[in-house]
């Protein structure tokens, strides 16, 4: 009897194992999956929610048009007034559903570009395109229909290409007036600095001295034809500081005193840059001189 006790205790502490992991796992899986909503940024995920809704809207317009279009033929014989309404109803459909289809292609791409895997929004987008897949199907038979009926229905597929082939065009060059505005700031915005000790710059083709007379009351300064490989290239809206973890430091080339700060007590750990639009309007080369 005890060894049937101690078998059966064993045997439930088993199942009761087997099921609490179970449930970890589960309410592991879970977290997972709020972690990676998480992980999408919120105009991200607006970005996904509004393409959605205006593919689910596109498709009731649809459905709301072909209802439209029913009730129009229903009475066999169709006016020439009516066809040319039923023709614009159409012409809309195909409108509407060359949006989806973008739509749809815009979120396919930025879910297979995106470092996080979400699998919900990945089988929100396929039902979607299946969804535009099977109405472009019906919107060409229903267009079958209609020509049996004998209701000339006009080219509407060229029209329509025609038409998304000039939106895209207007896209591009939007698109490359973008690009050529974001290089022209990063230009604008790109900054470089040296640093060295006098022999170093000296030797690197940096700096030179100018005035004085035997070499007397000269200044060091940024050489006409400098080594440019020497810089460091670096962006000046993220550049804030500088670490020199150095003895003293000196700024060879002529920066606004109120627009920097190096700090440190004895020695010169880091060069601040206080006010950056003052600072690197002097100039976009920055040389420091460390000892």
Same mark, same amino acid.
């Given at each position: 009897?005890?060894?049937?006790?101690?078998?059966?205790?064993?045997f439930?502490?088993?199942?009761?194992?087997?099921?609490?992991?179970?449930?970890?796992?589960?309410?592991?899986?879970?977290?997972d999956?709020?972690?990676?909503?998480?992980?999408?940024?919120?105009e991200?995920?607006?970005?996904?929610?509004?393409?959605?809704?205006?593919?689910?809207?596109?498709?009731?317009?649809?459905?709301?048009?072909e209802?439209i279009?029913?009730?129009?033929?229903?009475?066999? !014989?169709? #006016?020439? &007034?009516?066809?040319?309404?039923?023709?614009?109803d =159409?012409?809309?459909?195909? $409108? /509407?559903?060359a949006? @989806?289809k973008?739509?749809?292609?815009?979120?396919?791409?930025?879910?297979?570009?995106s470092?996080?895997?979400?699998?919900?929004?990945?089988?929100?987008?396929?039902?979607?395109?299946?969804?535009v897949?099977?109405?472009?199907?019906?919107?060409?038979?229903?267009?079958?229909?209609?020509?049996?009926?004998?209701?000339?229905?006009a080219?509407?597929s060229?029209?329509?290409?025609?038409l998304?082939?000039?939106?895209q065009?207007?896209?591009?060059?939007?698109?490359?007036?973008?690009?050529?505005? !974001?290089? #022209?700031? &990063?230009?604008?915005?790109?900054?470089?600095?040296? =640093?060295?000790?006098k022999? $170093? /710059?000296?030797?690197? @083709?940096?700096?030179?001295?100018?005035?004085?007379?035997l070499?007397?009351?000269?200044?060091?300064?940024?050489?006409?034809?400098?080594?440019?490989?020497?810089f460091?290239?670096?962006?000046i809206?993220?550049?804030?500081?500088?670490?020199?973890?150095?003895?003293?430091?000196?700024?060879?080339?002529k920066?606004?005193a109120?627009?920097?700060?190096?700090?440190?007590?004895?020695?010169?750990?880091?060069?601040?840059?206080?006010n950056?639009?003052?600072?690197?309007?002097?100039g976009?080369?920055?040389?420091?001189e460390?000892?």
């Amino acid at each position: 009897m005890k060894r049937t006790l101690i078998v059966l205790f064993t045997f439930l502490t088993l199942v009761g194992c087997n099921t609490k992991k179970k449930e970890i796992e589960r309410l592991q899986t879970k977290n997972d999956s709020l972690m990676q909503v998480a992980q999408l940024n919120e105009e991200s995920l607006y970005d996904y929610i509004s393409s959605f809704n205006e593919i689910q809207r596109n498709l009731d317009s649809i459905k709301a048009l072909e209802n439209i279009i029913n009730v129009r033929t229903a009475g066999g !014989e169709v #006016k020439s &007034s009516t066809k040319e309404q039923i023709n614009e109803d =159409i012409k809309i459909i195909y $409108e /509407l559903l060359a949006k @989806n289809k973008k739509l749809v292609a815009s979120l396919q791409k930025k879910l297979s570009s995106s470092d996080v895997r979400m699998a919900e929004l990945e089988k929100m987008v396929t039902y979607l395109n299946t969804q535009v897949e099977e109405k472009d199907a019906h919107i060409n038979t229903l267009r079958g229909e209609l020509e049996k009926m004998n209701i000339q229905l006009a080219n509407l597929s060229s029209q329509v290409a025609e038409l998304e082939e000039v939106t895209q065009q207007k896209e591009e060059e939007i698109q490359k007036h973008k690009e050529e505005i !974001e290089i #022209k700031t &990063s230009l604008l915005n790109m900054a470089y600095y040296a =640093i060295g000790t006098k022999k $170093e /710059l000296s030797d690197n @083709n940096i700096i030179t001295k100018e005035g004085g007379f035997l070499g007397i009351g000269s200044t060091k300064t940024l050489k006409e034809d400098f080594n440019k490989d020497y810089f460091t290239k670096v962006d000046i809206t993220r550049l804030e500081y500088i670490p020199l973890g150095t003895k003293k430091a000196k700024l060879i080339t002529k920066h606004p005193a109120t627009a920097y700060r190096i700090s440190g007590e004895k020695r010169a750990d880091t060069l601040f840059i206080t006010n950056p639009s003052e600072f690197w309007a002097a100039g976009k080369y920055l040389v420091i001189e460390v000892e």
